[in-house]
């Protein structure tokens, strides 16, 4: 019988789990915190249920899919509910925008905004499907692990002009600046600028056309939840509590782990849901890293990070929709700032989240919930977040107050936040990154950590910080990519066929 350890439970081990469970191995997963979920916990707070980080499912079919690999159907384990519109754009003049999937609804207030680029935006979303044809659909789930396997696709990149950014190419098509900013926010979800990140992230915007965006009822902690049960049916240990502090290699290949409290498990694969940036530095010895060596690892450029709100208050906001974005007075400076310049300036942009939209039951009756994200620069900032970290929060509340959420600060009953520190601390992210290694063009594909660990054998890793990147749809598909690379176990262990049989 081989084992396998997975390390982290974030989407990206937790379906990393299913599969080499389906593929045959016996499954332990290990995870540093007491709760499963990693970025996808749960905060409650009087009464009060917040997801701590997703909330935008789109493909869910790769979860369906997960479901569908051990005999099972995902409807009986959560339900998911259609968001619409997708978000809501707000731009500094009090004017919106409603981004969703109907092309005509799109088209019509494109109209209403800016007529000459109606036409333009019917390039920009036939070109947006194109390269989902491309960078989705033939290479989301397909390793990178020599150069020949990159340089294969070169010429469909360069036909597709992957070189060009994002904020570059959707410029290109549409003129008006309200417009270049409501189809070119989309990376900053996946933790890239707009101004930086390679265009093939526009396949975004055609993934959430061709899907939707869903919500999970009860939350995202709900889907969590559901796969941690799913484990369990299928004989597979979820163990709390339990950090790795050593990937014990001999013989160029992974042979045991050793956690913090001192014991070995000895395994036959590790697949990693941790920062690459981190497992590379901290958990494998110097001596087994010829490519990912601490001064390589050092010189990744790493993602900004988050500071994020969570409040509870008496009374409901049904005007608000279930995802908002809340554009400050600056767009390119604001992100030069974050990104490149790494100082938390004085102005910000939102991410106004109102799960009660789908769901009612996250809030006591008769309140609402609320988180708000903000972007911020990573830890490379210096910025001391003991210090700013409270008026950071008072202001955020002042501007939601003054605009969105109108009477919120005299009927808040409850209010917590997170920063880099976060990050950083209780999901060991280099430098407080959220989402792992920025998504530049020099960062993708081949050029991102490989899916294969090409310096220990029989380690593996998923997740945002490996191919094909952050959010949910490329935790997913980093894990799907482990149905090419990880061998067949010799003696493969039987898969429950159903709950009875668990």
């Known amino acids: ?27 332990t997963v290990l995870e540093a915190n007491e709760q499963a979920g990693g970025r996808a916990s749960v905060f409650r707070r009087d009464g009060f249920t917040f997801d701590a980080g997703p909330t935008v499912v789109t493909a869910p079919y790769l979860l369906d899919e997960l479901f569908t690999l051990v005999g099972r159907d995902r409807r009986d384990y959560f339900d998911l509910l259609p968001v619409d519109p997708f978000y809501r754009v707000r731009f500094p003049d009090g004017s919106s925008f409603d981004y969703v999937g109907d092309e005509e609804r799109i088209l019509a207030q494109i109209a209403a905004m800016s007529p000459r680029d109606v036409d333009g935006y019917r390039r920009l979303a036939a070109m947006s499907e194109e390269i989902f044809k491309v960078g989705y659909e033939q290479l989301a789930d397909v390793p990178f692990d020599t150069v020949s396997e990159m340089l294969r696709i070169v010429p469909q990149m360069l036909r597709l002009k992957s070189y060009r950014t994002v904020y570059g190419l959707v410029a290109s098509f549409i003129q008006d600046p309200r417009l270049r900013q409501v189809f070119t926010f989309q990376p900053l979800l996946v933790g890239g600028n707009p101004f930086n990140t390679t265009s093939i992230y526009l396949l975004i915007h055609w993934l959430e056309r061709k899907w939707g965006v869903h919500f999970a009822k009860g939350g995202t902690g709900a889907i969590v939840q559901s796969l941690v049960t799913l484990l ?20 160029g290949r992974t042979v045991a782990v050793r956690t913090a409290s001192g014991q070995r498990i000895p395994c036959d694969v590790v697949v990693s849901n941790a920062d690459p940036s981190m497992v590379y530095s901290k958990l494998i010895d110097a001596a087994h890293r010829r490519r990912n060596t601490d001064g390589r690892v050092g010189r ?9 709100a969570y409040f509870g208050a008496k009374g409901t906001w049904s005007d608000a929709a279930h995802h908002t974005i809340l554009l400050g007075p600056r767009y390119k400076g604001l992100l030069h700032d974050i990104f490149n310049r790494k100082v938390l300036a004085d102005d910000f ?21 609320f988180y708000v994200l903000s972007p911020v620069p990573n830890d490379r900032s210096g910025v001391d977040w003991s210090e700013l970290a409270e008026p950071y929060m008072d202001r955020i509340i002042d501007f939601l107050d003054a605009g969105e959420l109108p009477g919120l600060k005299e009927n808040l009953v409850t209010k917590f936040a997170v920063d880099p520190r976060y990050f950083a601390g209780r999901l060991r992210s280099m430098h407080g990154a959220a989402f792992g290694p920025e998504p530049v063009l020099h960062q993708s594909a081949w050029f991102r950590y490989h899916n294969r660990s090409e310096d220990v054998g029989s380690l593996y890793f998923v997740g945002a910080g490996t191919h094909p990147g952050a959010g949910l749809p490329g935790v997913l598909c980093s894990a799907k990519v482990l149905d090419r690379v ?11 066929s159903d709950k009875a049989t668990a």
């Open 1 to 27: 019988m081989s084992t396998a350890v997975i390390i982290g439970s974030g989407f990206g081990g937790l379906a990393a789990a299913v599969r080499m469970r389906a593929l045959g191995y016996d499954v």
């Open 232 to 251: 369990e049916e299928l004989g597979v240990e979820v163990r709390l509590n339990t950090p790795v502090e050593h990937i014990e290699v001999k013989d």
């Open 300 to 308: 990744v450029r790493q993602s900004m990070s988050l500071f994020v």
């Open 349 to 369: 942009s939102l991410y106004l989240h109102a799960p009660g939209r789908s769901d009612p039951g996250l809030a006591p009756p008769g309140h609402d919930g």
């Open 486 to 496: 990880v061998p067949a176990p010799a003696r493969p262990l039987a898969v429950p």
